[in-house]
């Protein structure tokens, strides 16, 4: 009897402790390598494409990178904007990430794929890219639609994927 309770008390202690080295051992759920933000909101005159000086916001929207812990060697983003009356006509990569090509195209649903690829991107953080735009002639004058950004893949500069967030929505509007 005694040892019976013996190996029982052995049983619960070994699986408590399984379980307790197991929680500390594993990544917390939903925590992210690496962050992505929409620095700006976006502005633009209908009908205008990017980079005119003469626009203001120039149609321009800036992407953010935080990456404390893991360099990143390709990047895959889409920016979607709500009712579709905008279209992504290239982007330029920033200092930080100046070894990386930036690619861009136009999904058939609207959203601007982004992708970043070809170097590294070391630890740290700060602006990526920049994103080009043409407004539509449709879009309402005066308004605003709300920008989402989505995280589709992210590795590091090894090929292994990352866990990426993406921040808070922000607006572009049409003057």
């Not at 812990?69 to 982007?91: F, P, Q, R, S």
Request: negative net charge.
């Amino acid at each position: 009897m005694m040892q019976s309770k013996r190996i029982a008390v052995w049983l619960f202690l070994s699986v408590a402790a399984s379980f307790l080295l197991l929680c500390l051992t594993s990544p917390v759920a939903h925590s992210a390598d690496v962050t992505f933000t929409m620095v700006n909101d976006g502005e633009g005159f209908i009908g205008s494409r990017c980079c005119n000086p003469n626009y203001p916001g120039n149609n321009q929207l800036t992407i953010s990178l935080a990456n404390p812990n893991h360099k990143v060697g390709y990047i895959w983003i889409a920016v979607e904007d709500v009712d579709d009356y905008l279209m992504v006509t290239g982007c330029e990569t920033a200092s930080r990430a100046g070894g990386l090509n930036c690619i861009t195209s136009e999904t058939s649903s609207g959203k601007a794929r982004v992708v970043l690829q070809g170097g590294v991107i070391e630890k740290g953080s700060g602006d990526i890219c920049t994103i080009h735009y043409q407004v539509f002639d449709d879009a309402p004058s005066g308004a605003c639609r709300d920008l989402y950004l989505s995280v589709i893949s992210v590795k590091d500069e090894y090929g292994t994927s990352l866990a990426g967030d993406a921040g808070p929505a922000r607006e572009f509007c049409f003057d």
